[in-house]
């Protein structure tokens, strides 16, 4: 028998073959555990999955033509609203990416602010991600205790750069701002009593049956699934493959702090738990290094937060509103652009969710010829297709919410 799916006008219409006693269910994208914009076509026999299709392109965002009518500073925004829980790994991977293209040196003391901006939210993605997937299995003690240490990271960050969630906080060539003595006493403040609110949640989760049973055994992705379906970051540390860019790729000063790479060769949702709560142990350990980073910056004079480039950087606020050059330099590339030479280049970095990769082919004009963006979310979506069978409906929240799926990095 044949099934046609019309709830997809503008798509190409699905067709599915079934047994009498199958039954095709439309998960998402109301569903309140369906992150955003997700929708899964499951194929059932009974309550087990034998079939899922997540319908990737449900919500279309045309970032990558978006980029090539946009000068390279003009597009550096938009790239808040793809990861939005994280949104200035987002603005670090392009920024980098356009410094590699140009070969920009981005000044040490800037250096440092990125990496803060960095790991603050990761913990805050990471801190999102617990308090939304123990929503979504009943442990809302946890869901409250999470967000209010992400609010309190959210308020250092407003303190910073005056947002909240799209910070647009870094630049091509550096940082436009400095952090000032507040944001370091916060931040102390923040990662002092984190080892103890992390050992908190644990506690409650570790000790609940219903947790337990959602995650232990529940969604095991195998080394050579997680491969071959392009998984990075927690999916696929947790699958039992020791990878994080950090450490393999070192960009700005990772291979100036010591950190561990924590990895889990269990692969289902239970692993993939215990891969955040310890990457959050391990971006305090950063965060640490790099406040006594800044501390020496300050001690030795460096005070540079952006790249000495008049063809591509505009010079200091101050020097544009008293030397005349300045002036006309930054009337330039605001309105025109910069122009980098010609070629092309691919950087990775490694962002809360995992690899996430700009791919930037210039002619040597203001726009960007190509951009291509790969992102963990849309590979992590993909995965579903492979992950969900076998499974019971009651597992596919618990599933979703472990592969930590942001739709708005999904069709870019």
């Not at 499951?42 to 990737?56: N, S, Y």
């Not at 200035?88 to 990125?114: D, Q, T």
Request: net charge negative; glycine share 6%; aromatic share 10%.
């Amino acid at each position: 028998m044949q099934v046609k799916n019309r709830l997809t006008p503008f798509f190409e219409n699905i067709t599915f073959d079934r047994e009498d006693n199958e039954m095709i269910l439309n998960f998402g994208p109301q569903h309140p555990s369906a992150h955003g914009q997700l929708r899964l076509m499951l194929h059932l026999q009974q309550e087990m999955i034998v079939k899922a299709h997540p319908d990737i392109g449900y919500l279309h965002r045309g970032m990558e033509k978006m980029a090539e009518n946009m000068i390279y500073n003009e597009f550096m925004p938009t790239t808040d609203r793809m990861d939005y829980i994280a949104s200035s790994a987002n603005n670090y991977g392009f920024a980098l990416a356009v410094e590699r293209l140009i070969g920009l040196e981005v000044p040490r003391r800037a250096k440092v602010i990125r990496m803060m901006l960095l790991e603050i939210n990761r913990l805050m993605s990471h801190l999102f991600w617990l308090a939304t997937t123990a929503l979504d299995i009943g442990a809302m003690t946890v869901f409250l205790f999470a967000f209010r240490e992400r609010e309190y990271l959210m308020d250092i960050i407003e303190g910073y750069c005056g947002a909240r969630l799209t910070h647009a906080a870094i630049r091509i060539g550096g940082v436009p701002l400095d952090i000032q003595d507040s944001f370091i006493a916060q931040l102390r403040t923040f990662l002092d009593k984190l080892p103890q609110n992390i050992k908190d949640y644990e506690d409650l989760l570790d000790t609940n049956r219903i947790w337990l049973m959602r995650m232990e055994e529940v969604g095991t992705i195998s080394k050579e699934m997680a491969l071959s379906w392009g998984c990075s970051g927690p999916m696929l540390r947790a699958s039992g493959v020791a990878w994080d860019i950090r450490k393999e790729e070192p960009y700005e000063l990772y291979d100036e702090v010591e950190f561990r790479v924590p990895y889990s060769d269990k692969g289902d949702n239970f692993a993939r738990y215990r891969m955040y709560m310890e990457e959050m142990r391990e971006s305090a350990k950063i965060l640490y290094q790099t406040i006594d980073m800044y501390e020496k910056c300050v001690k030795e004079g460096q005070t540079e937060l952006m790249a000495h480039a008049p063809k591509y950087v505009s010079a200091p606020k101050l020097d544009i509103m008293t030397q005349n050059y300045s002036l006309m330099q930054h009337f330039v590339l605001v309105t025109q652009g910069m122009r980098p030479p010609v070629g092309e280049v691919y950087v990775a970095t490694e962002s809360p969710k995992g690899e996430l990769g700009f791919f930037i082919n210039s002619q040597g004009g203001p726009y960007p010829y190509r951009l291509k963006l790969s992102a963990p979310s849309f590979w992590h979506t993909g995965i579903l297709t492979d992950l969900l069978p076998g499974h019971y409906i009651p597992d596919v929240v618990s599933i979703i919410g472990t592969t930590n799926i942001v739709f708005g990095e999904v069709d870019r």
